[in-house]
């Protein structure tokens, strides 16, 4: 008896997800950096890049666009033990092109076509006839976007951040 986690298919995309070693494209640290940065992209970035139906591949969908819950873990002061912070909503996502690569996405919220559109931008980046094209166009404008954006925001917080020190008290 199959559970939902365990279904055919699901291990079908576990399996077969192993990147070629033919292409720069199959390193797992620069497709770990391009999905990170899929994920962060809001849904109007992914859509103003987006390519037209009629010059992709078939586009199967293995994994429909999903919608589930996951538990936040946090530390006391990033290095104390780990405890259960709250829920957030997740949307997972996986596509195939063809008979090409597959596709993967995971998003915080529960944008369904914004995780479809991630699943089908981590296929492309797999192939090699489109990975040059969008890593230039899509995932380094992006990069630098949200870059940007967490060093505004840490310069916000940096200007309210208290120094906590405490006095010795001499001998007496």
Same mark, same amino acid.
Request: proline letters at 7%.
């Given at each position: 008896?199959?559970?939902? /986690? !365990?279904?055919?298919?699901? *291990? +079908?995309?576990?399996? !077969?997800?192993?990147? =070629?070693?033919?292409?720069? =494209?199959?390193?797992?640290? $620069?497709?770990?950096?391009? *999905?990170?940065? *899929?994920?962060?992209?809001?849904?109007?970035? *992914?859509?103003? &890049?987006?390519?037209?139906?009629? !010059? #992709?591949?078939?586009?199967?969908?293995?994994?429909?666009?999903?919608?589930?819950?996951?538990?936040?873990? /946090?530390?006391? /002061?990033? $290095?104390?033990?780990?405890?259960?912070?709250?829920?957030? =909503?997740?949307?997972?996502?996986?596509?195939?092109?063809?008979?090409?690569? #597959?596709?993967?996405?995971?998003?915080?919220?529960? +944008?369904?076509?914004?995780?479809? #559109?991630?699943? #089908?931008? +981590?296929?492309?980046?797999? +192939?090699?006839?489109?990975?040059? !094209?969008?890593?230039?166009?899509?995932?380094?404008?992006?990069? &630098?976007?949200?870059?940007?954006?967490?060093? &505004? @925001?840490?310069?916000?917080? $940096?200007? =309210?951040?208290?120094?906590?020190? @405490?006095?010795?008290? /001499?001998? $007496?």
């Amino acid at each position: 008896m199959n559970r939902p /986690g !365990t279904s055919a298919a699901y *291990l +079908d995309i576990r399996m !077969t997800n192993k990147p =070629s070693s033919e292409h720069a =494209s199959s390193d797992p640290a $620069a497709r770990q950096a391009w *999905l990170a940065v *899929l994920a962060r992209a809001s849904l109007a970035q *992914l859509q103003a &890049q987006a390519p037209a139906a009629d !010059t #992709l591949p078939p586009v199967q969908q293995v994994r429909p666009p999903e919608i589930g819950m996951v538990m936040l873990r /946090g530390r006391v /002061g990033g $290095a104390g033990n780990p405890f259960n912070l709250g829920e957030a =909503s997740v949307v997972r996502c996986a596509v195939r092109l063809g008979q090409g690569p #597959l596709g993967v996405a995971y998003a915080l919220g529960r +944008d369904k076509r914004r995780a479809e #559109l991630a699943a #089908l931008f +981590d296929a492309l980046l797999q +192939d090699p006839q489109h990975h040059d !094209t969008l890593q230039r166009e899509l995932i380094a404008p992006l990069a &630098q976007s949200q870059a940007q954006a967490r060093a &505004q @925001t840490q310069h916000a917080v $940096a200007s =309210s951040k208290v120094e906590f020190f @405490t006095f010795v008290r /001499g001998e $007496a």
